[in-house]
C-alpha cells in the first residue's frame, strides 16, 4: 500500500514515513505493529535505549534482569496475541501458581489459587462465613467482567454524537445491557461506583482477606481503600485472563520485555522501522494537520499521521502545544488528573525467601505466587492517609514476586529476583529527600522478613522507584503508572478527555495510543490496538469521501 491520503515526501534530505509513532511502549508498538501490517511505512521513536516503556526488562545489575516497572500479566489481549502471532515472537508467559497469598494473623500463609476448591478450604480455616462469600464474589466479578471485556478492544461510545455510526454503537451497548436483568445491571454499576473496602465488608470478616484483597483495589491510583471508585481498580484487575483462565495472572519468560520485544519484533516483520535514543522534542503542525516530528538535535522526519503514546500530557500541551488545540480540550487536558503513589522496590537477593510458618512444599508456592501483606483495610487507609499529608506511609502494604522461580533465565549467576510492588508514598515537586527511599525500603524488608526472616541478610542489590523515579524514567506524570489516574470521571468516553477519547485529535492526522486512553492501564496493548483500527477507517473514509469528490469534479468540467 502506497502513503495514506496520498502523501509524498516533503521537505529535501528529511526521511518521511506514511506514519510516525512517538514512545515505544508496548501500546505504541502494538499500534505500529497493525499499521505496518495493513502495509503502511511506519518509524517509532523511543526516547531511551530500549523499548517497551512501563512492559520492560532491564539489566539493572551485570547479568541480572528484572521487570523493572509492570510485573505480572493479565490483560493483555488474546485477539492481539493472535493478530501479531506474539508466540511466534517470544512472548511465553508462565501462569502464577497459586495466583494469591497472604498471611493469617498467625503467621500461617493463606494460599488462594486459582483452583476453588482449594482456595475455599484455605480461607475456611480461617473463617467458614469468608469460604461461602467466595463464591458469590466471584459471580459478581464474573457478570462485571462479562459486561465490561468486550468494550475494550473498541472505542469508547461517543457520546453526544450524532453519526449513524456512532449512534449504532451506543444502541448496541444499550441492547447488551438490556439483556441483562436490573438487578444484575444494579450491582455492576454498584460494584463500578462504590469504595473497595465497604465492598470487601459486604462479603467478608477477616482482616488479612481484606487488606490483601483490598490492596489490589487500591494499585496504581491516588485514592484510599475506602475511597468511591476504587471498586472499580479491583474489577479492572479482574478483566484479563492467562491461559485461558479468567482473572489469571502470570510472569513473562525473559520478563515483561518479552512482550514489548516480541510486539517489536511482529512489526519489524510487518516493515516497521524502530529507533531508541530518538527523544521527540516536538509533533509538528501546520494549518491544523500534523506534518511531522521533530527529534532532539534537530533531525526532522515528515509523515501525514503522527501516533503518541507517550503521555496525554506531554502529548498535548508539550509535544504538540496548546495553540493547536480548541480551549475546551487544553482546558480538560490541563485538568488531567496524574497523581501517583506506587513505589517499585526491585531487589537481587543471594538466596530465595525463606518462608517460615509454612510446610516446605507451602514455602515453595509461595514463591510462585503475589504474596500480598496488608494487615487490614483500616491499616491500608492509614497508609493513604500518611501519603495524603505528602509523606510515605509509615506502614506500607507490599506485593511479593519471585519471578526467578519460574524463570531462573533472568540471572546469569543463579541469583534471586525479588519485585515489591508497594504503596503509599507521594509524588512531591522537590523529589524524594536524602534517605527517604532507603527508609521506606528498609520498612518493606522488614515486612517481608516477619515470614521469611533470611531475606535482610540476602540482599545484594537494590532500588527503589518513587513516583518521580517513574516520572523521570518513563515520563509517566506525577508517577500515575496508567499514564492518569483510573477515576470514572477518566476513564471510557473521558479518557484522557471527551474530546480525545477515541484516539483522534482535533489536530488532523494527530492520534493518541497510549495507557491514557481507553481502556486504560495496564499491559492490554488493547489502546495501540483501537488507535490503530480507527486511524485506518479515517483513512478509508478519506479514500470514499475522495472517490465522491471525482466523478462530480469530472461532470462539472463536462458541462
Ligand atoms: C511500577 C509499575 C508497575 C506496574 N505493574 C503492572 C503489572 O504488573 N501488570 C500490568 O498489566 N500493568 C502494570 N503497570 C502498568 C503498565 O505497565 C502500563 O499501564 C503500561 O505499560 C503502559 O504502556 P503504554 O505503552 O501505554 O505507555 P508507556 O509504557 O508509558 O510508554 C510510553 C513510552 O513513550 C516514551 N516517550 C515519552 N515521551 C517521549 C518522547 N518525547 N519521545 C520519544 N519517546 C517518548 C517513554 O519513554 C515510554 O517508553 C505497572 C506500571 C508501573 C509504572
Given at each position: 500500500?502506497?502513503?495514506?491520503?496520498?502523501?509524498?515526501?516533503?521537505?529535501?534530505?528529511?526521511?518521511?514515513?506514511?506514519?510516525?509513532?512517538?514512545?515505544?511502549?508496548?501500546?505504541?508498538?502494538?499500534?505500529?505493529?497493525?499499521?505496518?501490517?495493513?502495509?503502511?511505512?511506519?518509524?517509532?521513536?523511543?526516547?531511551?535505549?530500549?523499548?517497551?516503556?512501563?512492559?520492560?526488562?532491564?539489566?539493572?545489575?551485570?547479568?541480572?534482569?528484572?521487570?523493572?516497572?509492570s510485573y505480572v500479566v493479565s490483560m493483555l489481549q488474546p485477539k492481539i496475541v493472535a493478530d501479531l502471532e506474539l508466540t511466534r515472537h517470544g512472548y511465553h508467559p508462565i501462569p502464577l501458581d497459586p495466583e494469591f497469598a497472604t498471611f493469617a494473623s498467625d503467621g500461617s500463609p493463606i494460599l488462594l489459587p486459582n483452583d476453588k476448591r482449594i482456595t475455599y478450604e484455605q480461607v475456611a480455616r480461617v473463617s467458614k462465613k469468608d469460604a461461602d462469600a467466595l463464591e458469590p464474589f466471584d459471580r459478581l466479578f464474573d457478570k462485571a467482567a462479562d459486561f465490561l471485556k468486550p468494550?475494550?478492544?473498541?472505542?469508547?461510545?461517543?457520546?453526544?454524537?450524532?453519526?449513524?455510526?456512532?449512534?449504532?454503537?451506543?444502541?448496541?451497548?444499550?441492547?447488551?445491557?438490556?439483556?441483562?436483568?436490573?438487578?444484575?445491571?444494579?450491582?455492576?454499576?454498584?460494584?463500578?461506583?462504590?469504595?473497595?473496602?465497604?465492598?470487601?465488608?459486604?462479603?467478608?470478616?477477616?482482616?488479612?482477606?481484606?487488606?490483601?484483597?483490598?490492596?489490589?483495589?487500591?494499585?496504581?491510583?491516588?485514592?484510599?481503600?475506602?475511597t468511591p471508585g476504587t471498586a472499580y481498580n479491583l474489577l479492572h484487575h479482574a478483566l484479563g485472563e492467562v491461559g485461558g483462565v479468567q482473572g489469571a495472572w502470570g510472569h513473562v519468560k525473559g520478563g515483561m520485555g518479552a512482550i514489548s520485544e516480541a510486539i517489536a519484533s511482529s512489526a519489524r516483520?510487518?516493515?516497521?522501522?524502530?529507533?531508541?535514543?530518538?527523544?521527540?522534542?516536538?509533533?509538528?503542525?501546520?494549518?491544523?494537520?500534523?506534518?511531522?516530528?521533530?527529534?532532539?538535535?534537530?533531525?526532522?522526519?515528515?509523515?501525514?499521521?503522527?501516533?503518541?503514546?507517550?503521555?496525554?500530557?506531554?502529548?498535548?500541551?508539550?509535544?504538540?502545544?496548546?495553540?493547536?488545540?480548541?480551549?475546551?480540550?487544553?482546558?480538560?487536558?490541563?485538568?488531567?488528573?496524574?497523581?501517583?503513589?506506587?513505589?517499585?522496590?526491585?531487589?537481587?537477593?543471594?538466596?530465595p525467601p525463606r518462608y517460615v510458618n509454612?510446610?516446605?512444599?507451602?514455602?515453595?508456592?509461595?514463591?510462585?505466587?503475589?504474596?500480598a501483606i496488608c494487615p487490614s483495610v483500616p491499616y491500608l487507609e492509614q497508609a493513604w492517609q500518611d501519603a495524603?499529608?505528602?509523606?510515605?506511609?509509615?506502614?506500607?502494604?507490599?506485593?511479593?514476586e519471585v519471578p526467578t522461580a519460574v524463570d531462573p533465565t533472568l540471572t546469569d549467576d543463579g541469583t534471586t529476583v525479588v519485585t515489591m510492588f508497594t504503596q503509599f508514598g507521594p509524588w512531591n515537586e522537590e523529589g524524594w529527600p536524602e534517605g527517604a527511599r532507603e527508609e521506606y525500603a528498609q520498612k518493606c524488608f522488614a515486612m517481608l522478613a516477619e515470614h521469611a526472616p533470611n531475606v535482610p541478610d540476602a540482599i545484594l542489590h537494590y532500588e527503589v522507584l518513587a513516583p518521580p523515579d517513574l516520572e523521570r524514567i518513563f515520563g509517566l506524570e506525577g508517577g500515575s503508572i496508567f499514564?492518569?489516574?483510573q477515576g470514572l470521571d477518566q476513564m471510557a468516553f473521558m479518557r484522557p478527555t471527551p474530546e480525545l477519547s477515541r484516539y483522534g485529535t482535533p489536530v488532523d492526522g494527530l492520534y493518541l495510543c497510549g495507557a491514557g486512553t481507553h481502556p486504560g492501564g495496564g499491559v492490554i496493548a488493547a489502546s495501540g490496538h483501537n488507535a490503530a483500527q480507527v486511524v485506518l477507517r479515517d483513512a478509508r473514509r478519506e479514500r470514499a469521501k475522495a472517490r465522491i469528490r471525482r466523478p462530480r469534479q469530472t461532470s462539472s468540467s463536462a458541462s
Open positions: 500500500m502506497s502513503a495514506v491520503n496520498g502523501h509524498t515526501p516533503n521537505g529535501a534530505g528529511a526521511a518521511s514515513y506514511d506514519a510516525i509513532v512517538v514512545g515505544g511502549g508496548h501500546n505504541a508498538l502494538t499500534a505500529a505493529a497493525y499499521l505496518a501490517k495493513a502495509g503502511l511505512r511506519v518509524c517509532v521513536l523511543e526516547r531511551r535505549h530500549l523499548l517497551g516503556g512501563a512492559c520492560v526488562t532491564e539489566e539493572l545489575w551485570p547479568g541480572q534482569r528484572v521487570s523493572r516497572a468494550l475494550m478492544m473498541r472505542p469508547p461510545p461517543a457520546l453526544g454524537s450524532k453519526r449513524p455510526t456512532d449512534v449504532f454503537e451506543l444502541l448496541r451497548e444499550a441492547g447488551r445491557a438490556a439483556g441483562m436483568s436490573r438487578r444484575d445491571l444494579a450491582e455492576i454499576f454498584r460494584l463500578m461506583t462504590m469504595s473497595v473496602g465497604d465492598l470487601l465488608d459486604d462479603y467478608f470478616e477477616t482482616d488479612e482477606l481484606k487488606g490483601a484483597y483490598a490492596s489490589s483495589g487500591v494499585v496504581g491510583v491516588w485514592a484510599g481503600p475506602y516483520a510487518g516493515g516497521a522501522t524502530i529507533r531508541t535514543d530518538a527523544d521527540v522534542t516536538s509533533i509538528d503542525v501546520d494549518g491544523g494537520r500534523v506534518t511531522g516530528v521533530t527529534l532532539a538535535g534537530g533531525e526532522q522526519i515528515h509523515a501525514p499521521l503522527v501516533l503518541s503514546g507517550a503521555h496525554p500530557k506531554h502529548t498535548i500541551l508539550g509535544l504538540v502545544g496548546a495553540e493547536h488545540f480548541p480551549q475546551n480540550v487544553a482546558d480538560d487536558m490541563r485538568r488531567y488528573r496524574t497523581r501517583g503513589a506506587s513505589v517499585k522496590i526491585n531487589a537481587v537477593l543471594s538466596e509454612a510446610a516446605p512444599e507451602v514455602a515453595e508456592q509461595l514463591l510462585h505466587a503475589s504474596v495524603q499529608r505528602g509523606k510515605p506511609a509509615e506502614g506500607p502494604y507490599i506485593e511479593v499514564q492518569g489516574e
